[in-house]
């Protein structure tokens, strides 16, 4: 369809071969159509109500701008370079079904990533970049791995021997996938990193992408970083995604646990990024301190009974996603030692109570 379209350019004398020749060419194209679509037909006839919204893609032209829209999303981040994968798909991805992968979930896995993912730009032998995003855990954790692999439908699992009986798994996600899928998927949705260290590795690959940059040598020295307009704790919390980004970064970085003098704790530590750390303490709505560790590490921790059902109140009661993984066995368990204590039992822990 966008080639039938894309191709009218040709009748211009002269200049009409070099234009559809030109991918940026198609791509404004394109994307000027979609604009022209929606101010003029989409809003007036949608606002009117002059269609059923349920029925809308009955109609040729609904189902053109859904095409129109897909093709331009699925090209947001760049032009795959021939370099940067190979290897033929074993399948071809349904771009409907990727773009219908629950808000909550991607909202889970950013802060997941956030906490044991990471975006490698390295170079090649041959000198070209490679972009992958890995996500590491503990070998127990494999189910969730694939969990995750399920329900994305790219990047491949890799299992690492035990050493010291701490078996490693990750997930890693090549350089054509991110640029053809998972990117643009976080674009469409308007999701980002939060902790600094992801955010400057997620801005260079799509600075990388963007500017079709594919040789190592050709990466500048200084790279502009976007601007996430995030300059309070209250700018974390007011994210719509913020509630299930801290479920993801709880199952990466988070722990429940009871002290030896029997006090429960919830405690989340990553490296200093003291605004995000205050968000936590607005989120779980607690005057607790921010703890610093090692001076390399910020540490949020509570234990009273008021703010631990407040914890209990945000992953049992909130409707947020849910735990996954072993950290969710350790949630379950961590729950089940309250309930044992005198000072915690009379806490709620169930909605029946």
């Not at 995604?241 to 405690?267: H, L, P, R, Y």
């Not at 709620?348 to 109570?353: A, F, L």
Request: net charge positive.
């Amino acid at each position: 369809m966008a080639t039938v379209i894309t191709n009218l350019l040709s009748a211009i004398p002269w200049l009409g071969k070099s234009l559809v020749e030109s991918i940026y060419i198609k791509e404004l194209f394109l994307i000027l159509l979609i604009v022209l679509i929606n101010n003029i037909y989409l809003k007036e006839i949608i606002n009117s109500n002059m269609i059923n919204l349920k029925k809308r893609k009955n109609f040729l032209f609904f189902k053109l701008l859904d095409y129109l829209n897909s093709w331009v999303l699925f090209k947001t981040v760049g032009i795959v370079s021939p370099h940067a994968h190979k290897k033929e798909r074993n399948k071809v991805i349904d771009k409907d079904k990727f773009l219908n992968i629950p808000y909550s979930f991607l909202s889970m896995l950013i802060g997941l990533i956030d906490g044991d993912g990471y975006i490698s730009i390295t170079k090649t032998p041959k000198g070209y970049i490679r972009v992958n995003l890995i996500i590491s855990l503990n070998i127990r954790d494999l189910p969730l791995l694939e969990y995750i692999k399920s329900i994305l439908e790219i990047g491949n699992i890799y299992t690492y021997p035990k050493v010291k009986e701490k078996g490693t798994c990750k997930l890693i996600i090549n350089s054509t996938d991110l640029k053809e899928f998972f990117f643009p998927l976080l674009i469409h949705h308007n999701l980002f990193f939060l902790t600094n260290s992801r955010q400057k590795q997620y801005d260079k690959a799509i600075f990388l992408f963007k500017n079709n940059i594919n040789l190592y040598s050709e990466i500048p020295s200084n790279i502009p970083l976007i601007n996430y307009r995030l300059s309070s704790a209250e700018d974390y919390i007011n994210l719509t995604f913020f509630n299930n980004w801290v479920v993801g970064f709880t199952i990466a970085e988070g722990s429940f646990f009871i002290k030896s003098n029997g006090d429960g704790c919830f405690q989340l530590r990553q490296r200093l990024d003291l605004l995000l750390f205050e968000a936590f303490k607005l989120r779980f709505q607690t005057s607790r301190k921010i703890g610093l560790d090692q001076v390399l590490y910020n540490q949020f921790s509570v234990s009273s009974k008021a703010d631990i059902q407040k914890v209990i109140n945000f992953f049992s009661f909130s409707g947020h996603h849910p735990l996954l993984g072993y950290p969710l066995l350790n949630y379950e368990k961590w729950l089940s030692d309250l309930r044992a204590t005198k000072r915690y039992k009379n806490l709620v822990y169930s909605i029946n109570e």
